[in-house]
């Protein structure tokens, strides 16, 4: 028997693999598409964080157990890596975000082929390839014609950190950058948008037939925030309220620093006034979004309340935002915390309601979902392709001239002028006019990352295309995505572009479904004894040096074995010790042992049993009760083994076959060893079972009491050892139970199987 030796199994198997093209699926004539489909990473030159190789092997696994089943499966990989997060890491080692991206890649295919993932390396996508980034203009440029691409002047936060650029809201946790956790501004800058809030309620009503888990649905449902209200005047200034019949109740009116009305208010009150209400409105600029208490200031003037026609004051407030609603609340600080928070720092009065007056309104609905800003002042990205022309107004750039290259600069660093650096690169910025032919300006800003991989998945199946962003024939043919894994943190930014993207793709006509993945499951994070992994903390579990102590199947399967593959886990060194003994185990039982053509009923019950349990396990994703229960059947097989010497190939042959999705290459190995079956264990069939075999044997126990037979009992095999269980049956029994009844029992015979005799 052979030691058994990972570093040379798993490099041979991932080169024959490669050389057959064994996970290239014809994307034309495949019969049964299923399209398994991992969450676009994106890694940085450090390397694979072992939280990414989790997710890939938890989502490989699934892909290779469907390709085993006989589905053609396609499992894509590529790269998303143009985009603040690279540039950032660029930044900091000051390396050329170009030219680092070349070692980011190389590194992270290299890491993919080492974990033995079953992807198909024909058609991988990179973000920042121009022929990716192309089509990614091309997006921009068709929402721009739909009327979904439009610009604005509006308060945006502004990373003055290292980022210094525009973030989405998203990208601002508690006032502080996400990226570089510096504390967030707010600028007046004009940018792009994308306006996914026309899109707002098919978001939220297709919700209820996707097969997602709840906890990402409600999240998503909670981001767009759908709310039913009255928009009722007070006087010429109009509130949003989703509790009209607390009008009575309103005791002053709240309006954002930013509410137009405001000029028509300083028209009206005298000079000294204005001067307060400028002070206050340029404070509240620069406000900062973690400083969230509630500041105010009195406008000088008054509005009726239409309910108890009370004149009421007008308060300037940073708590009540522009972008919602109409910018202006009703107060009622009996009814609602912050009003009253409010109200007791400025003494404003609070009354009670009861009334119940509806005043007259408006009905409407209102959505808390924003649109999307997709501006970036930054260098890493693809410019957004619009021309400026004094005559003509924005224009797009003509579909033949794409991509919009971005510029190889030496000064790529961000500016923090509120402009990109390529704004500083004359011959980028000078253009003609497409319409008129007149000088004209390039957009200088790159799009938003979120942008580059809300589509990525179309041009996995499109890559020999250079034509077409996607073809769709091919789209037809594969999409929606069968299977999409990935992390619970992107269950509402990414999941919602890439949702709204496929709407306007089914608008356009180019498909004909209106959501992109069918199933959507958020796998688990992992921690590092008992602790959270960061680089500060020096815990940070690189994946190398375990595939290289122990190889990558022994690392991939103590991964999804640490606990339930939604709920994640705790990486533990001694952990991993015990999984690369089982899977040496395996490897000493399989290849040692010899083989005959000998059943035996017991461990064909277990074998079914088994293929039984981990079908399912993980056709649900729980990899690591599917690994407890392959770990149970060795053990059976080990004893038989031991006890016997001989064991049946079959028994072999499905151990081998059920760790095939998890230890793929010390399956292959073994499974060549065992069979004379040329092709590939990954894509041999997955093992079947036979129901009928899963019946436990029962047998006829006669019960006695006192010798005299009383009853008999039809009990399980797996229960006719046990004198006890068998005991307890008996005195279940009612016609046992009679006899036994007031009497002492002074002992149980049991000869096992037949006969149980109570002497009493
Ligand atoms: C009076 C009232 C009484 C309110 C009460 C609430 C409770 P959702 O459900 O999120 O739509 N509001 C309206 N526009 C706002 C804005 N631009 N900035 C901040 N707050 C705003 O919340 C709607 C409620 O939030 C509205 O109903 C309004 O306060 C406030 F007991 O009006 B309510
Ligand atoms: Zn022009």
């Known amino acids: 028997m052979k030691r ?27 019969k049964t598409p299923f399209y ?48 603040i997060h690279s540039e950032n890491y660029a930044l900091k080692i000051g390396v050329h975000p170009m030219k680092q991206a070349k070692v980011s890649e190389e590194k992270f295919y290299d890491q993919m082929h080492q974990i033995g993932t079953g992807v198909d390396w024909q058609r991988t996508v990179e973000t920042y390839d121009p022929k990716y980034y192309k089509w990614t203009q091309w997006i921009f440029i068709q929402l721009f014609k739909k009327g979904l691409a439009y610009r604005k002047k509006s308060p945006v936060n502004f990373c003055p950190g290292i980022c210094k650029t525009v973030l989405a809201d998203e990208q601002v946790i508690d006032g502080k950058c996400e990226r570089c956790q510096t504390s967030v501004e707010k600028r007046d800058l004009e940018q792009w948008f994308f306006k996914i809030t026309d899109y707002a309620e098919r978001l939220l009503n297709n919700l209820s037939f996707i097969n997602w888990s709840e906890r990402v649905k409600i999240a998503q449902r909670n981001w767009i925030g759908r709310s039913e209200g009255l928009i009722i005047d007070f006087d010429q200034i109009k509130v949003f309220t989703t509790r009209p019949e607390t009008t009575d109740g309103a005791t002053f009116l709240v309006i954002s620093p930013e509410h137009p009305y405001i000029n028509e208010i ?28 509630k500041s105010g200031i009195f406008s000088g003037f008054y509005v009726r ?63 808390h979902l924003r649109d999307w800003l997709i501006s970036r002042q930054r260098y890493w990205g693809p410019p957004i392709p619009m021309i400026y022309c004094e005559k003509c107004g924005w224009q797009p750039v003509p579909e033949k001239d794409l991509p919009v290259l971005l510029p190889d600069v030496k000064d790529w660093k961000p500016l ?40 990525y998945f179309f041009r996995y199946i499109s890559t020999e295309f250079d ?99 939604n709920q994640g886990g705790d990486f533990q060194d001694s952990g991993i010790e015990g999984i690369y003994k089982f899977i040496n185990r395996v490897y000493k039982l399989v290849s040692s042992s010899k083989y005959q053509v000998l059943s035996d009923k017991g461990l064909d019950r277990i074998m079914n049993k088994t293929i039984k349990d981990v079908t399912d396990d993980i056709e649900h994703l729980r990899y690591n009760t599917a690994i407890a229960h392959i770990m149970e059947y060795y053990n059976v097989l080990h004893k038989f083994y031991t006890k016997y010497k001989i064991l049946d190939t079959k028994y072999c042959k499905t151990l081998v076959l059920l760790l095939a999705p998890f230890a793929p290459h010390m399956a292959e190995e073994l499974y060549h060893a065992i069979t004379k079956d040329t092709k590939s264990i990954h894509i041999s069939d997955w093992p079947a079972y036979d129901e009928k075999l899963l019946v436990e044997d029962e047998k006829t126990v006669v019960i006695q009491v006192n010798g005299k037979l009383r009853d008999s009992l039809v009990v399980q095999s797996s229960k006719i050892k046990a004198q006890g269980e068998v005991e307890k049956l008996a005195k279940e029994s009612s016609r046992i139970k009679k006899y036994l009844e007031g009497n002492k029992i002074k002992k149980v015979i049991y000869v096992e199987g037949k006969v149980l005799n109570f002497v009493v």
């Open 4 to 30: 058994y030796s990972p570093s040379k199994i798993e490099s041979k198997w991932q080169k024959k693999w490669a050389k057959d093209k064994l996970y290239s699926p014809d994307l034309d004539k495949a």
């Open 266 to 293: 300083k028209n009206r009150v005298d000079s000294a006034k204005v001067k307060d209400i400028d002070q206050f409105v340029g404070k509240s600029k620069l406000y900062k979004r973690e400083g969230k208490t």
């Open 467 to 565: 034509d077409v962003a996607f073809d769709k024939n091919r789209a037809k043919k594969w999409l929606p995505v069968h299977m999409y894994i990935g992390g619970a943190e992107h269950s509402v930014l990414h999941l919602l572009y890439a949702r709204f993207l496929t709407m306007v793709f089914k608008d356009m006509g180019l498909i004909d479904f209106d959501e992109p993945f069918t199933r959507f499951y958020a796998h688990g994070l992992l921690i590092k004894e008992g602790a959270k992994m960061s680089k500060s903390k020096g815990n940070i579990v690189v994946p190398d040096d375990y595939i290289r102590k122990y190889g990558a199947d022994t690392l991939r399967t103590y991964l999804m074995f640490l606990g339930p593959f």
């Open 416 to 455: 923090g002028t509120g402009k990109s650096p390529l704004a500083s690169i004359e011959s980028f910025v000078n253009t003609k006019c497409p319409k008129c032919k007149g000088p004209a300006k390039r957009e200088t800003d790159v799009s938003d990352t979120f942008l580059d991989s809300a589509w």
């Open 36 to 83: 398994n489909l991992m969450m676009f990473p994106y890694p940085s030159a450090e390397g694979l964080h072992v939280g990414n190789i989790y997710a890939q092997t938890g989502s490989d696994i699934y892909g290779r157990f469907k390709r085993m089943q006989g589905l053609d499966v396609f499992e894509p990989i590529g790269l998303d890596g143009f985009g």
């Open 305 to 367: 309340n239409p309910v108890t026609n009370k004149n009421i004051p007008v308060w300037i407030a940073d708590y009540v935002l522009m972008d919602y609603g109409t910018g202006a609340i009703m107060a009622v600080p009996a009814q609602d915390a912050r009003d009253k928070e409010f109200a007791k720092k400025y003494e404003l009065p609070i009354e009670k309601t009861s009334l119940k007056a509806q005043p007259n309104g408006q009905k409407v609905v209102n959505y």
